[in-house]
């Protein structure tokens, strides 16, 4: 049951963070998507599950 939870939770992420980008992520299929724009959705995912689990700011190198 928690691994369905966990899949949903994912997929809001997922969606939320293409929306922020600017990406059109849609619900399936997703294979005319650039290795950028998959990359970038990747990215940020990660981002925010570091900073929500360390609570700190993750350096992207780049002023915010």
Same mark, same amino acid.
């Given at each position: 049951?928690? /691994?369905? /939870?966990? %899949?949903?939770?994912?997929?809001?992420?997922?969606?939320?963070?293409?929306? =922020?980008?600017?990406?059109?992520? %849609?619900?399936? @299929?997703?294979?005319?998507?650039? !290795? /950028? =724009?998959?990359?970038?959705?990747?990215?940020?995912?990660? /981002? %925010?599950?570091?900073? !929500? @689990?360390?609570?700190?700011?993750?350096?992207?190198?780049?002023?915010?």
């Amino acid at each position: 049951m928690a /691994r369905s /939870r966990n %899949k949903t939770t994912f997929d809001k992420l997922k969606y939320e963070i293409a929306n =922020e980008t600017g990406i059109n992520l %849609k619900e399936g @299929y997703n294979g005319d998507l650039t !290795s /950028r =724009e998959a990359g970038t959705i990747g990215g940020n995912i990660v /981002r %925010k599950v570091f900073e !929500s @689990y360390t609570g700190n700011n993750y350096y992207t190198g780049k002023p915010q």
